[in-house]
C-alpha cells in the first residue's frame, strides 16, 4: 500500500508562487508515474501534470504549460509541483496519485484518473486577484 500527503497549498496573490509537496510511505514513489490533478468548485477533476516512473519525463496540460513543472526528490520519496505566475483560473484542490503502468502506456493514458491506484487527500490552493 502505498499513502500519500499533499501539502504546501495556500491563498496567494495572482502572479505568485507556490511549491506543492506528495509524501509517499509505503512504497518507494520511483516505481510509480505520478500525477497532479486539480478540482475547481462546480468542475470536473482534470490532469495537470505527470511525471513517468523510473526516468524523468514530463507531461502538462494546455492550461499549464509553461508556468508549472512537476518533478522528484528520490531520497525524501516526494514528488513536487512548482507553480508559477498563477492566475485565478488555478484556484482548485489539487490532488497527488501514483500510477503503476510503463512511461510508454503512461505517455497515452497520464490523463485517464481511474488508472490511478493511490490518491492523496488534497491540498487547496487559492488565487485572488
Known amino acids: 500500500q502505498v499513502q500519500l500527503v499533499e501539502s504546501g497549498g495556500g491563498l496567494v496573490q495572482a502572479g505568485d508562487s507556490l511549491r506543492l509537496s506528495c509524501a509517499a510511505s509505503?512504497?518507494?514513489?520511483?516505481?510509480?508515474?505520478m500525477g497532479w490533478f486539480r478540482q475547481a468548485p462546480g468542475k470536473e477533476r482534470v490532469f495537470v501534470a505527470g511525471?513517468?516512473?523510473?526516468?524523468?519525463?514530463?507531461i502538462y496540460g494546455d492550461s499549464v504549460k509553461g508556468r508549472f513543472a512537476i518533478s522528484r526528490d528520490n531520497a525524501k520519496n516526494t514528488v513536487f509541483l512548482q507553480m508559477n505566475s498563477l492566475k485565478p483560473e488555478d484556484t482548485a484542490v489539487y490532488y497527488c496519485?501514483?500510477?503503476?503502468?510503463?512511461?510508454?502506456?503512461?505517455?497515452?493514458?497520464?490523463?485517464?484518473?481511474?488508472?490511478?491506484?493511490?490518491w492523496g487527500q488534497g491540498t487547496q490552493v487559492t488565487v485572488s486577484s
Open positions: 496519485a501514483a500510477s503503476p503502468v510503463s512511461s510508454t502506456t503512461y505517455s497515452r493514458t497520464y490523463s485517464d484518473s481511474e488508472q490511478y491506484d493511490y
Open positions: 511525471l513517468t516512473r523510473y526516468g524523468g519525463t514530463t
Open positions: 509505503g512504497r518507494t514513489l520511483i516505481t510509480y508515474a
